[in-house]
């Protein structure tokens, strides 16, 4: 069921649920009908240089929009899932409006003081969750970008925390930071197990 004409529909979607380290962010953002933003669509699918320009469009001409997170401590306590639910929550409620509606990219919701919905592949159906996609992607890549400037032994500006091979080489080669989630199995697995001895390729 559709909200009415009229009413404040807020998109929520989150970044970061795969990586390795780092927040899990999630982003609210309230669209103004007025001044509707060219081009939005699946974060996923857009070039970087297309999402910074989208995300300062979006910061500039929403009628509300907010960025929260839940930390790596929260994720290795609640597991990700609730821990991205706590993030979706801390957006919404971050948000100089009340919405009417909430609309949430996925098949999971968080619990809310207003109605809210899930919409799967919402981030390319919903204009507003689009809009959010790219708020929560954008956000959590700066925050990859700043922790690479700190630790640039982990090549974080390269893959933004996701388990590829690179990354997982070099986690056995310099060891778990204290930004990683040590409830993701390869970051479990290493702790348990610590290698006695890694070449060049972190083998």
Known sequence: MSAPAGALLCGVDEAGRGPLCGPVVAAAVILDPQRPIAGLGDSKKLSAKTRERLALLIREQALAWAVAEATVEEIDRLNILHATMLAMRRAVDALALRPDEVLVDGNRCPQLS??????????????????????????????????????????LAAHKGYPTAAHLAALRRHGVADFYRRSFAPVRELLANPPLWVDEEGR
């Open 114 to 155: 207003v109605p809210v919905r899930a919409i799967v592949k919402g981030d390319a159906l919903e204009a507003a969750i689009s809009a959010a996609s790219i708020l929560a992607k954008t956000s959590r890549d700066a925050a990859m970008l700043a922790l690479d400037v700190c630790h640039p032994q982990y090549g």
